[in-house]
């Protein structure tokens, strides 16, 4: 039998267009920032559904674990380990973990944050990868990489729902595999 050319119908998942389920929602949480909101996009289960299929598809080569974000990152992090079939790892703000953690300090326009992982949550020499809803200017994925080089992991890459290339924060994450489902 010869192979049958896959046909894409205006019905199929991967033909989905995703913008859809966003809103621009402008001057959020500051004058001057064009906040891009998923509650959309997460009050839609085929539009879930084709976002994770889409991560999920991603290529970073061997990955043995999913580190996210606090808190839009869990979202989208969890789902995406349960289909990989591999374990979830919460990367959080301080003091919000109850066992012994590992920490790193990251500077902001004002000031500075701090990321937070449970010391056993990933083990030496494992890939993991990384995800965020949104990679804006990359100092939080930044800082969620040197989190998880600390604890002696290796970073596979870096995976996001939105990235606004505008403001090039895959700069910050040079020498680390980026990829992102959609692109503003
Ligand atoms: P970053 O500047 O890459 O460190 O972004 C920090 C965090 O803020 C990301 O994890 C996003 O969840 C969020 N964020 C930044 N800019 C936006 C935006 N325009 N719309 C929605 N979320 C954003």
């Known amino acids: ?7 894409l119908h205006a019905g199929d998942p ?4 995703l913008t859809q389920h966003l809103r621009d929602v402008p001057d959020f949480p500051k004058p001057g920032i064009l906040f891009k909101d998923i509650t959309p996009l997460l009050g839609n ?3 879930m559904r084709e976002t994770i299929a889409r991560l999920s598809r991603m290529d970073f080569g061997k990955v043995d674990a999913i580190a996210a974000i606090e808190s839009r990152g869990f979202l989208f992090g969890a789902p995406l380990a349960v289909q990989l079939g591999i374990g979830f790892v919460p990367i959080r703000k301080p ?5 012994k953690t590992n920490r790193v300090e990251y500077a902001l326009e004002y000031g500075t944050d701090t990321v937070e992982v449970h010391q056993d949550a990933v083990a030496k020499g494992q890939r993991v990868l990384l995800v965020d809803d949104v990679l804006a200017t990359g100092g939080t994925m930044g800082a969620a990489c040197k989190l ?11 995976a996001f729902v939105i990235e606004l290339d505008f403001l090039q924060g895959r700069k910050k994450l040079a020498g680390k595999q980026v990829q992102s489902v959609l692109h503003f």
């Open 148 to 158: 998880i080089e600390a604890c002696g992991a290796t970073v596979a890459g870096c």
């Open 45 to 47: 289960a085929a539009a």
């Open 95 to 99: 003091g919000k973990l109850p066992w």
């Open 1 to 7: 039998m010869p192979p049958v050319a896959k046909v």
């Open 14 to 17: 991967a033909r989905m267009d």
